[in-house]
């Protein structure tokens, strides 16, 4: 034992392991100093001092075999073994402030092991997962910004029959007045309202939503009076920061709003970003009109694109609210909202409608509107009227400065920064709004998409799913979902199967088109066939779905049948624009003109009529527009064997988005359909895709595969 002990002094282990212990308690008290005040989250410290304590038996043992002379590091000689010539002058061995320095060297070089293995871990742990995780909560934010998230306030109104519309009113107003409050990040409406009546506590909010702060309160509103109760609250510790009452007469209702964000800005020792003194203040509201409001703006916040009731009735109400009160300024900025969704959507593309929203923004500038919300709207107004997109992209980023906190200015970037072509910014625009509002499916739908227009279609297939996970009938994202599983699996026998049974009773005409491509591409089109002669006509009818039936008819060899439903199609065509000659563009009528000529063989009208197209709408002035005609010229190129037109025509794709993103197309399509065969017999075709294949495209089955899985 005494032998023991002193060869472990001999070999200095006892110095060693003290002068580590001692350098490692330094370094967990700086991290735990140090780590705070840059708010370096508190797994960091854990993670550095296991680091340290998994390194103290490494250091003992590098001190019990190691050892560190003039020559070097190498392996400590045993106590009998003959010294080393560089150690046979010195008799006496090491002076003992050679062997201390030799020993604090065998820390440094111990040390050294855990610090390493700790940026390791973290650099792991920063990097890891996938990339949509750059626009995830993440807890605490990592950049000394506060982070708020306004439950619903519940509503303890004695007046019955209003269904919450008030407090919902209430709850957002004051969401628009803490957007402007700076620095803050502030969860938006969409992602704070699926916590509605939730048994959630406070602390699993806050970690869903990624915020440190919640605000919750309590709306009670009588005939002519309102109160509202509100208290702040830090999620870590359920420590109440701040509350207050706040009572008001009902046509006071804007001032207690403001009043409550100053309250809060105070608390988050942040700013609310001053309104303009320039434009006058309403000094009150008709309860009646605001009444009005709220219910209209209650059924637009959820108003679906395809909805021509619910707009309708959205109008009324906003008319009823002004012919009450023609002062309401907000109701008259909401209004020019509608009047340019009608236009954009398509429920009255006339001028006359474009003109009212115009006028009804005018009169609420003279009325007085927020400078955010004076941005935003002629943002909307410049994209939805005047297509004008560098116009509208300065007034949301203005709305953007103005308002931080305003998901919708961030998103509604993204947008024009997508059809743009400027696909990297889109994604980081689209991320700051996710981040803002992360449960908002839609905003994910848009982020999905623009995913695989920039090529990275995993990413977007993993992103649909988590949406689908949510909801799984959620429409837009199943339809995109698999465009993208036929194009990185390339199986669309299986996939027809999934689509077959999946429930149509939402069915848009996006969700045919894509039964019909996989149909084709399985070699089955009788399936598609089948259930599209199930498919009400719509009305007013353009022809589209017996054009459909005639194309399927013709994969399925029945030539008389594809002529007599093409006869149909083309009729109904007619009959339409003869009663209603406004309802469709040119390109759409040229679009229309194109594919009954593709289908005629008549291949010089077709590529003529989808050239011109593809010239009217440029892919490089708008991507989102642009990319559908550019394709079906590319096919109706290949179909009628001009392989060099073709091949200008993909190259001019492919300079602006990932052919693989592309809607109704993509790789696997190029490889497969039917119609390109013979084209893909050309050297010159053949050639090309074999140099811009993708990588996955390796992982599918071979077409003859293909065909015998969809025989079984």
């Not at 001190?63 to 560190?68: F, Q, Y």
């Not at 009227?385 to 509604?412: R, S, T, V």
């Not at 990413?459 to 698999?482: G, H, M, N, T, Y």
């Not at 465009?483 to 969700?511: C, F, K, M, T």
Request: glycine share 6%.
């Amino acid at each position: 034992m005494t032998s023991l002990v002193g060869e472990i002094r001999r070999r200095r282990v006892f110095r060693v392991a003290g002068a580590y212990v001692l350098v490692a308690w330094i370094l967990m008290q700086a991290g735990e100093i140090v780590f705070p005040a840059f708010e370096i989250p508190n797994s960091a410290l854990r993670l550095l001092i296991l680091c340290l304590l998994g390194g103290f038996p490494c250091v003992v043992i590098l001190a019990w075999i190691l050892d560190i002379s003039p020559t070097g590091i190498r392996l400590t000689r045993r106590f009998d073994e003959t010294p080393d010539p560089a150690e046979a002058g010195n008799k006496g061995g090491q002076p003992s402030s050679d062997r201390l320095g030799r020993s604090y060297e065998m820390v440094l070089l111990g040390i050294c092991l855990p610090i390493f293995a700790f940026a390791a871990v973290l650099f792991f742990l920063t990097q890891r997962g996938d990339p949509s995780s750059i626009r995830a909560p993440s807890g605490l934010p990592g950049d000394g910004i506060p982070a708020l998230a306004v439950l619903p306030f519940e509503d303890l109104s004695t007046i019955g029959g209003d269904d919450g519309f008030f407090a919902r009113g209430v709850h957002e107003d004051i969401l628009t007045h803490l957007s402007r409050v700076h620095p803050l990040k502030l969860i938006s409406r969409t992602s704070v309202m699926t916590y509605a009546d939730t048994q959630k506590s406070l602390r699993e909010i806050g970690n869903e939503l990624g915020v440190d702060h919640i605000l919750e309160g309590t709306v009670r509103r009588t005939a002519t009076h309102v109160r509202v109760s509100a208290q702040l609250i830090r999620v870590e510790t359920d420590e109440h920061l701040w509350g207050e009452n706040f009572d008001a007469e009902l046509s006071d209702i804007f001032s207690v709003q403001t009043r409550i964000a100053d309250s809060i800005a105070t608390a988050l020792e942040a700013r609310l970003v001053a309104r303009s003194e320039t434009l006058p203040r309403p000094s009150s509201v008709v309860p009646a009109a605001y009444d009005a409001y709220l219910k209209a703006r209650d059924i637009h916040r959820n108003l679906d694109a395809e909805d021509r009731a619910a707009l309708a009735r959205a109008r009324q109400l906003y008319e009823a609210a002004l012919q009450v009160d023609s002062k309401l300024a907000v109701a008259w900025t909401q209004l020019s909202v509608l009047h340019a969704q009608a236009h954009w959507f398509g429920f009255d593309p006339t001028d006359e409608r474009a003109k009212r929203a115009r006028r009804s923004l005018d009169r609420a500038e003279e009325l007085g509107v927020d400078p955010d919300q004076l941005a935003l709207t002629e943002g909307i107004l410049a994209y939805y009227l005047d297509g004008d997109f560098g116009k509208a992209l300065l007034h949301f980023q203005l709305a953007a400065e103005l308002a931080p906190g305003n998901a919708e200015a961030h998103f509604y970037q993204a947008m024009i920064l997508r059809r743009s072509g400027e696909l990297e910014r889109a994604l980081e625009a689209q991320s700051v709004a996710l981040d803002l509002d992360p449960l908002n499916l839609g905003y994910r739908d848009e982020y999905a998409l623009t995913l695989a227009l920039a090529g990275r279609l995993a990413e977007s297939r993993a992103e649909l799913e988590d949406i689908l996970r949510v909801d799984p009938r959620r429409l837009r994202a199943r339809f995109q979902k698999w465009q993208l599983d036929l194009e990185l699996d390339g199986r669309p026998h299986e996939l027809l199967n999934e689509i077959v049974a999946s429930p149509r009773d939402r069915w848009g005409d996006q969700h045919y088109s894509m039964l019909e491509v996989v149909a084709v591409l399985a070699g089955r089109p009788e399936v598609a066939l089948e259930i599209t002669s199930h498919r009400p006509h719509p009305n007013p009818d353009s022809g589209y779905l017996d054009y459909q039936r005639a194309v399927l008819e013709g994969f399925a060899g029945n030539e008389e049948a594809k002529r007599e439903w093409l006869e149909r199609s083309q009729m109904r065509f007619a009959e339409l624009l003869s009663q209603r000659p406004d309802v469709m563009s040119e390109v759409d009528r040229r679009r229309v003109d194109a594919l009954f000529a593709l289908q005629s063989r008549d291949w010089e009208t077709a590529a003529s009529l989808q050239t011109e197209n593809v010239e009217a709408l440029p892919i490089e002035k708008d991507l989102i527009v642009g990319s559908a005609p550019l394709w079906l010229l590319l096919h109706i190129q290949l179909v009628a064997g001009r392989i060099d037109e073709a091949i200008e025509t993909i190259d001019r794709l492919r300079t602006r988005v990932d052919v693989g993103g592309v809607l109704y197309g993509g790789f696997y399509v190029l490889d497969r359909w039917p119609e390109f065969e013979s084209a893909r017999l050309d050297p010159r075709w053949s050639n090309l895709l074999d140099r811009i294949r993708p990588a996955y495209s390796k992982s599918w089955p071979r077409a003859d595969e293909s065909i015998r899985a969809s025989v079984e």
